[in-house]
């Protein structure tokens, strides 16, 4: 029995770090996935091996279902998600450091923790061979945890009864609203071990796809009238979702009153973009001052997650070079290194785009123009080849 998923990764076009806190916040997801791949052996198999296999990181970890069975309580199968205990985060955690991760790849020891609680809670004590790899760069900023958690989520779901799907369907099959729901809540559980206090919209975007505006666990779809192009940029330098969500919370803790003001002015950001992406767009003039208005937000957004302390060096490079184009840029994602945005106006020509990116390039970052707006995850169950 075999099934591969795939889930996307995403861009928030506003309101990152904010919708932590209560804000509004806009993502989109884009065409770059993140591929769970589950062999669940049967008797001929001859296994009774757990085994993960991180193609991303070159890493491959296998647990006897013996050892996995001894150090997990019996209650930990579920039907419906279920928050990691202290306890078994405990549990989870011993068995994780047993790994001797290599130092420099010690950040993928947060995924593996995410796995073993989805596996062990979804499928229970079965032996299996999971095989991930993604198109997404690793911790930075185009949600890659939680295409992970959400391709994850939804290949350990497939076969089982809480979801409905059709095992005979030929190519990429979708899940109906009411079992994308059901992945998305176990994904947002992954995310929790990973991300620490997530808001939820890297998962909902990565399950549902489109754009959609975020609040408090609430969804909206917005039907966009305006094809958006984003240039992203990926300073290449590392960071990590949970630390910087954290240093977040604490100016906030510093600085209630302040940093409320910010993220106000997050939340009517957010707000008027999901107005002008839902407007009717007539003709090329109200393109263009729609264009217009957008860039003005992201920079508007990028000044408060300045304030927020999330910026970085990088970025800020970034942020010159494209305005030396008069092109508008933010931070996309937990901000600290990772990837940047910048808005490509639909009449920008070809060659000032060119121009940008190898001056990007040639700073040592890599640009790429990533489809957005996409469906959201899919199984297969086809054989492979
Ligand atoms: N393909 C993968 N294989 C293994 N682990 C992964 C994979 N993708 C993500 N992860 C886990 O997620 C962590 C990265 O998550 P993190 O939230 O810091 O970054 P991100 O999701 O890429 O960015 P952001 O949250 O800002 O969108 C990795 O260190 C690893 O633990
Ligand atoms: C920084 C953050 O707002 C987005 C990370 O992609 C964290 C979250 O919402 O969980
Ligand atoms: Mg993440």
Same mark, same amino acid.
């Given at each position: 029995?075999?099934?591969?998923?795939?889930?996307?990764?995403?861009?928030?076009?506003?309101?990152?770090?904010?919708?932590?806190?209560?804000?509004?916040? #806009? @993502?989109?997801?884009?065409? /770059?996935?993140? !591929?769970?791949?589950?062999?669940?052996?049967?008797? $001929?198999?001859? &296994?009774? +091996?757990?085994?993960?296999?991180?193609?991303?990181?070159?890493?491959?970890?296998?647990?006897?279902?013996?050892?996995?069975?001894?150090?997990?309580?019996?209650?930990?199968?579920?039907?419906?998600?279920?928050?990691?205990?202290?306890?078994?985060?405990?549990?989870?955690?011993?068995?994780?450091?047993?790994?001797?991760?290599?130092?420099?790849?010690?950040?993928?020891?947060?995924?593996?923790?995410?796995?073993?609680?989805?596996?062990?809670?979804?499928?229970?004590?079965?032996?299996?061979?999971?095989?991930?790899?993604?198109?997404?760069?690793?911790?930075?900023?185009?949600?890659?945890?939680?295409?992970?958690? #959400? @391709?994850?989520?939804?290949? /350990?779901?497939? !076969?089982?009864?809480?979801?409905?799907?059709?095992? $005979?369907?030929? &190519?990429? +099959?979708?899940?109906?609203?009411?079992?994308?729901?059901?992945?998305?809540?176990?994904?947002?559980?992954?995310?929790?071990?990973?991300?620490?206090?997530?808001?939820?919209?890297?998962?909902?975007?990565?399950?549902?796809?489109?754009?959609?505006?975020?609040?408090?666990?609430?969804?909206?779809?917005?039907?966009?009238?305006?094809?958006?192009?984003?240039?992203?940029?990926?300073?290449?330098?590392?960071?990590?979702?949970?630390?910087?969500?954290?240093?977040?919370?604490?100016?906030?803790?510093?600085?209630?009153?302040?940093?409320?003001?910010?993220?106000?002015?997050?939340?009517?950001?957010?707000?008027?973009?999901?107005?002008?992406?839902?407007?009717?767009?007539?003709?090329?003039?109200?393109?263009?001052?729609?264009?217009?208005?957008?860039?003005? +937000?992201?920079?508007?957004?990028?000044?408060?997650?300045?304030?927020?302390?999330?910026?970085?060096?990088?970025?800020?490079?970034?942020?010159?070079?494209?305005?030396?184009?008069?092109?508008?840029?933010?931070?996309?994602?937990?901000?600290?290194?990772?990837?940047?945005?910048?808005?490509?106006?639909?009449?920008?020509?070809?060659?000032?785009?060119?121009?940008?990116?190898?001056?990007?390039?040639?700073?040592?970052?890599?640009?790429?123009?990533?489809?957005?707006?996409?469906?959201?995850?899919?199984?297969?169950?086809?054989?492979?080849?």
């Amino acid at each position: 029995m075999e099934v591969r998923a795939r889930a996307p990764g995403k861009i928030i076009l506003t309101g990152e770090h904010a919708v932590v806190h209560g804000s509004t916040a #806009v @993502a989109t997801s884009i065409d /770059l996935y993140t !591929y769970v791949f589950v062999h669940f052996s049967t008797p $001929s198999d001859d &296994g009774d +091996l757990l085994t993960l296999q991180l193609k991303d990181t070159a890493l491959e970890f296998s647990w006897p279902i013996s050892r996995i069975k001894a150090a997990f309580p019996e209650s930990v199968l579920s039907c419906t998600p279920t928050s990691c205990s202290v306890e078994v985060a405990k549990i989870i955690a011993a068995l994780v450091e047993e790994l001797d991760i290599p130092e420099a790849k010690i950040g993928i020891a947060s995924g593996v923790s995410a796995f073993l609680w989805l596996y062990s809670s979804i499928q229970g004590f079965k032996p299996a061979t999971v095989v991930v790899n993604s198109e997404l760069p690793l911790g930075s900023g185009l949600g890659s945890s939680a295409a992970f958690c #959400v @391709a994850l989520a939804s290949a /350990l779901l497939a !076969y089982t009864d809480s979801v409905s799907l059709d095992l $005979s369907h030929q &190519g990429w +099959l979708s899940f109906t609203e009411k079992d994308l729901e059901l992945v998305n809540k176990w994904a947002f559980e992954g995310e929790k071990i990973i991300h620490g206090k997530p808001s939820g919209i890297d998962n909902t975007v990565s399950s549902y796809g489109n754009i959609i505006s975020f609040k408090s666990g609430n969804i909206t779809r917005t039907k966009s009238t305006l094809t958006l192009k984003m240039l992203i940029t990926n300073t290449k330098v590392g960071r990590n979702t949970k630390a910087l969500v954290a240093g977040v919370g604490e100016r906030m803790l510093r600085h209630p009153e302040i940093m409320a003001f910010v993220f106000s002015a997050v939340d009517s950001i957010s707000k008027e973009l999901t107005s002008i992406l839902k407007s009717p767009t007539p003709d090329e003039l109200s393109l263009t001052e729609k264009e217009e208005k957008i860039e003005e +937000l992201m920079e508007m957004n990028q000044g408060l997650l300045q304030s927020m302390g999330v910026s970085h060096a990088t970025i800020e490079t970034v942020l010159r070079t494209t305005l030396k184009y008069k092109l508008a840029s933010k931070l996309t994602g937990a901000g600290g290194g990772g990837c940047v945005l910048t808005l490509l106006p639909t009449l920008l020509s070809g060659t000032i785009v060119d121009k940008v990116i190898a001056e990007l390039e040639s700073c040592g970052f890599q640009c790429f123009i990533a489809g957005i707006g996409g469906g959201g995850v899919e199984v297969n169950f086809a054989k492979s080849s």
